[in-house]
Every structure is written in structure tokens, then in C-alpha cells.
């Protein structure tokens, strides 16, 4: 890879990051400071982090700044130093300039991709290998189509989207009216799905167009690996969910969502702004208050725990209800 001035990674982080120590060089990679090298810029965030750079002529370090006072007087001469009060944040404008996947993504429709005549991308946008756009689709203004992305017919997606390889946006939703004979007749899905701006989707992700009108996933809404929004759900926005997650047709979701991995909701419910459902959580009816939430049934967040650390004494409970029910001499009674 190429080396990066200092000067470019200043300019890239603007005002997340602070000069401290000033030293005109330039730096190949990101590392963590167990693995730096000499050409390598890294992120200092505890103060044990100064012992695994030391020695190794690092040329720029990035230092959370309310470390940086107390580890002043130990940082190398010579090298470029910046603070930042927040590491993660200044990431986010850092890492871009070393990201080796930047090159596969650059404007455009790749020559392996299928898109419709009829469907509309953005010459800003990019379409990978493989994927496919169906008719009257919306693509827009930099988005990223990973190859063997699946985008349906009439849908949309806004600016700014993330859409990782193996996702499907506008699969048919599942729906079958059953007869007494148990035979399946397929309901036809006639709608679509609306991405909107700033959305992400990783890979194999699946999101069911509408029966009628339109699934939808409103701005800023992020989703990892392996999640399945069905038909007619929408989701507000701001959404940041964890692999896994599977909710059900004709949910109405809240701005705020957070999960972790694993929940699954059921359809035709509601869920407010606001609500935080911890990991393997099942919601089974409508979330009438915003709030943090876990556990199968659902439960306020605290209470799950409980539930969750009395379930290895369950066994000995009953042994113990079994010797009290057999000292009362009502063991063959219903308990």
C-alpha cells in the first residue's frame, strides 16, 4: 500500500483529531500496537499500550486525550502525535485511507453486473460484479452494491447504502393461504422494499418485498450478517442491529432499535423509539415503553437476568419442593 502523509489524515479527521506533536512523515498501515512496525500509525487508548510500541520507531500515534496528559512526558520525540476524545470516532475518518477494499468499489457498474434497462443508478453509485438490478429499481448517489447482491423490481434503495455480498432486497415475502386439506396457495407479493439514505446491510441478509405496498428501512438503519426483515415490517430509524436478527411480517419498529445477536420478534407488533433487546431475546407481543428488554417470554432487561441465574437451580428446587411435598404428604397432588 501506499504511504499517507500526516498531513492527509489530518485534513481526512478534521476537528477529531488535535495535533499534539507535529512531524512531517508518512505511514503505510494501521496497526495494533502488539503487531506495529516502523511505518505504522497507531492508536494508543491505555496506558499499557506505550510498553508494546516501545523500541519499534513508530512514526505517528493517535492518543485518547484524556490519557494524554498523564503519558505526555513517555511519548517518543520525533514522531507525529494527535489526541482524540473519542478513538472510535476518530476510526471512522482514519481507516478509510487505509482500506484495501476501496479499489473494488470506485463509481460505476462493473461489466459482470445485470441491470435492467429500465432501472435508474446513480453514475455515482457503484454495482459489483455479479449483482443483479431488476427493473424500475432506484439506485442511489454513492452507494455500494457488493457482487451477488440481488436488488428486485420497482425497489429502492437511497444514498450512501452498504449492501454486502449475498443479500437479497426484495425477495418475495411468505405468504400461503391454507386450505382444510392442508394444501398451500401462494398469496402473490405485489409490493416493494425502500432502503433509505445511510443504510447498511452485511452479507446475506434478506428483506421481503410488500404483499401490497412497501417494506421499508428508514435512514441511518445498520444491520450485520444474517438478518431477515419480512413483508410490510418497517423499521425507524437509526436501527443498530446485531447477526441474526429475524422479525416477522407487518412489524412496526421505532427509531433506535439496538439488539444484540439472535432476536426474533413475531409479526403484526409494535416496538417504540428507543428500545434495547439483549441477546436471544423473543418478542412475542407488542413493547409498550421504550427501555432495554431480554429474555423468552420478554422481560424488562434486570428481570431476565434473574430469571436467567435461577435457571441452573431449577433441578434442585424441585428435588427440594419434592421433599416438602413428601413431608406433607402431598405428592400425588397437583402442585
Not at 205 to 219: F, G
Not at 228 to 251: Q, R, Y
Amino acid at each position: 500500500m501506499n504511504s499517507i502523509p500526516v498531513e492527509r489524515i489530518s485534513d481526512a479527521a478534521g476537528s477529531v483529531l488535535t495535533s499534539r506533536q507535529a512531524f512531517s512523515t508518512a505511514v503505510s498501515a494501521v496497526l495494533p500496537p502488539e503487531s506495529a512496525n516502523a511505518e505504522s500509525l497507531v492508536f494508543i487508548s491505555k496506558k499499557e499500550h506505550l510498553d508494546s510500541i516501545r523500541g519499534k520507531n513508530i512514526r505517528a500515534l493517535i492518543v485518547l486525550e484524556k490519557l494524554f496528559s498523564e503519558i505526555k512526558e513517555s511519548l517518543p520525540a520525533g514522531i507525529q502525535i494527535w489526541t482524540a476524545s473519542n478513538v472510535q470516532l476518530a476510526m471512522t475518518r482514519v481507516l478509510p485511507l487505509f482500506d484495501k477494499n476501496a479499489p473494488f468499489y470506485r463509481e460505476g457498474i462493473h461489466p459482470a453486473a445485470v441491470v435492467h434497462p429500465t432501472a435508474v443508478v446513480h453514475p455515482k453509485a457503484h454495482i459489483g460484479a455479479f449483482a443483479y438490478v431488476g427493473a424500475h429499481a432506484q439506485i442511489g448517489e454513492d452507494t455500494v452494491i457488493w457482487p451477488h447482491v440481488y436488488v428486485g423490481p420497482f425497489c429502492e434503495i437511497g444514498k450512501r447504502c452498504y449492501i454486502a455480498s449475498h443479500t437479497t432486497i426484495g425477495s418475495d415475502g411468505f405468504g400461503f393461504v391454507s386450505d382444510n386439506k392442508f394444501n398451500h396457495t401462494k398469496i402473490p407479493q405485489t409490493g416493494k422494499v425502500v432502503i433509505e439514505d445511510d443504510c447498511e446491510l452485511g452479507a446475506h441478509c434478506a428483506v421481503d418485498r410488500a404483499t401490497l405496498t412497501e417494506t421499508r428501512i428508514k435512514r441511518g438503519s445498520k444491520f450485520d450478517n444474517f438478518c431477515h426483515i419480512a413483508h410490510n415490517v418497517e423499521i425507524g430509524e437509526n436501527a443498530l442491529v446485531a447477526a441474526g436478527f429475524i422479525v416477522a411480517g407487518s412489524t412496526r419498529i421505532g427509531k433506535n432499535l439496538m439488539t444484540s445477536g439472535g432476536v426474533h420478534a413475531l409479526g403484526h407488533l409494535t416496538i417504540p423509539d428507543n428500545v434495547i433487546l439483549s441477546a436471544r431475546a423473543g418478542v412475542t407481543q407488542s413493547i409498550e415503553a421504550s427501555g432495554m428488554y431480554g429474555g423468552y417470554p420478554l422481560e424488562p432487561h434486570k428481570e431476565s437476568i434473574k430469571t436467567l441465574m435461577s435457571v441452573p437451580h431449577i433441578k434442585k428446587l424441585r428435588k427440594q419442593v419434592n421433599k416438602i411435598l413428601n413431608h406433607l404428604n402431598l405428592k400425588d397432588e397437583e402442585a
